[in-house]
């Protein structure tokens, strides 16, 4: 062959130089499982569950170790989709079946923010946000959707639902199911007419399309949607929202994974999500995209302990689901981007679902909305290894309180962990202090021992907590009363 002219390869060279590759909007696939605990997952540690996928995810990009959801569902998914505490925007709870309230129509979700800048954008899974159809994803950015508008247990087969007459086998097997596992809450029922007395609806778009699904199939069908999704995009950049209902309970597995583990049910749910995620990895693969598409995976919340053996584990973390102990917040966090992200990192920075927004906005090529107060960061100096510091001085530990209310419970920076109380007067004041490094488990107050660190984590809790009562954001209302 003949060798190129030698001014062709000057031209290609120095193009290069003057003109670096920008890279193009990437995909985006972000994976958000339910009351998924930190220590669920074999790349953190669980040793009774095997998650090959999920695994080989973090081996090909990078892993959080300190990543923060909020203490349950709707909360999580209001700071997934807006990039701010839950608390500022008013969602910090769980809208029921026919709520009142959701995720106010004026936030914008990080959906949004990726359509205007060109995305294909779905949704599949567990909404949670709320179900009046003024408020449903469609209407906050997701051109499709199919899924559950909230969690798998709110309906008719809860087991606090008051005994029937003539109860048909599912009810049967669930108060069997509760039994069993020591559920905690057992025995003890909603009150007449109270509870989730409604079917389980299906939907795609804004319609009912099933009510009462078969739930084994559940994780099945949403991978499938996920698969035919990705291939139907040639044109256009697009965003995923796969957020399973699964391993929620009432725990439900095809018969792929039934009797599959170690760790019983709850541990054949876990292997057939990350049996999802191989498919997806898989086909991204096969389409030529892996080098395309970030891929996202997490939790939005941690183990539900009161469910017994049907509740994840939080590992070495204390505590759990409902609770700002570590252990109902920390979630796992894997990023993976073949070429972009360095394979194989793992890092302490502080982070959490509030950065996904501006993150992936910077990624897009467009940013965060600047007209109100975010309190995400950008992850991306972390994710591309160019830093291994937090984005975040502080970060705060909110639990859940009705619109207009903040329930604050403490702060952290890179290792200290005040946990504070709030007085009438509006006043923070430390109660415990843990030192996350050594004391993951939150063992030991060293609230004594270092007055001076408590003292300055207060006054930075205090302008936090300040700041928020004075800048929160309404929750939107169901237009039919
Ligand atoms: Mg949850």
């Known amino acids: 062959m003949k060798p190129l002219p030698v001014f062709f390869s000057l031209i290609a060279l120095s193009t290069a130089t003057l003109y670096p590759a920008t890279p193009a909007q990437p995909n985006v696939i972000v994976i958000f499982t339910d009351d998924q605990g930190y220590g669920d997952l074999g790349c953190y540690g669980a040793p009774d569950i095997e998650t090959p996928n999920i695994d080989r995810m973090a081996t090909e990009g990078v892993r959080f170790t ?35 309230f959701g995720l106010h129509p004026n936030e ?57 007459e003539n109860e048909d086998e599912l009810m049967r097997k669930t108060r069997e199911r509760a039994a069993y596992t020591g559920y905690a809450g057992q025995g003890r029922y909603y009150p007449p007419n109270g509870g989730f007395p409604n079917d389980l609806p299906l939907m795609r778009n804004d319609t009912v399309v099933e009510k009462n699904p078969d739930l084994r199939q559940l994780t099945t069908r949403y991978t499938e949607a996920a698969l035919q999704f990705i291939d139907a995009q040639r044109d256009r950049p697009f965003f995923l929202y796969l957020a399973h209902n699964m391993p929620h309970v009432p725990l439900f597995v095809s018969e792929k994974f039934a009797g599959k583990s170690k760790r019983g049910l709850y541990g054949d749910v876990v292997m057939e999500l990350d049996w999802s995620v191989g498919q997806i990895l898989a086909r991204l693969k096969k389409l030529g995209l892996d ?47 073949p070429g972009r992200i360095p394979a194989g990192r793992r890092t302490d920075a502080v982070a959490g679902n509030i950065d996904i927004l501006p993150t992936l906005a910077r990624l897009a090529g467009t940013a965060a909305p600047k007209d109100r107060t975010i309190d995400g960061r950008d992850l991306w100096p972390v994710l591309s290894g160019e830093s291994n510091r937090s984005p975040h001085e502080h970060f705060h530990y909110l639990g859940g309180s009705a619109e207009g209310a903040v329930n604050y419970h403490g702060i952290r920076d890179d290792r200290w962990k005040l946990i504070v109380t709030v007085g009438a007067d509006g006043k923070v004041a430390g109660k415990e202090l843990y030192d996350l490094g050594p004391d993951t488990g939150e063992k030991f107050d060293r609230l004594k021992q270092h007055p001076q660190i408590a003292q300055r984590l207060a006054v930075a809790a205090q302008a936090f907590y300040d700041e928020l009562r004075a800048n929160l954001r309404p929750a939107g209302k169901r237009a039919r009363p």
């Not at 909020?70 to 700071?79: D, E, H, L, N, W």
């Not at 997701?142 to 508008?149: A, M, S």
């Open 291 to 337: 080098e395309r598409t970030l891929v996202v995976f997490t939790s939005d919340n941690g183990p539900w302990l009161g469910y017994g053996i049907d509740g994840g584990s939080a590992g070495p973390l204390r505590d759990g689901k409902g609770t700002t102990w570590e252990g109902g917040v920390r979630v796992p966090a894997i990023f993976r981007w």
């Open 108 to 164: 914008i979700t990080v959906a949004e923010v990726l359509k205007g800048a060109g995305y294909a954008t779905m949704m599949i899974g567990k909404w949670h946000l709320g179900d009046a159809p003024e408020l449903l994803p469609t209407k906050q950015g997701f051109e499709t959707y199919f899924g559950l508008p909230f969690s798998n247990d709110m309906w008719r087969y809860h087991p606090n639902m008051p005994p029937r």
């Open 66 to 100: 300190s990543f923060y959801a909020a203490t349950f569902c709707g909360p999580s998914r209001a700071q997934m989709m807006t990039g701010c505490y839950a608390t500022r925007v008013g969602h910090a709870r769980n809208p029921s079946p026919n709520s009142n």
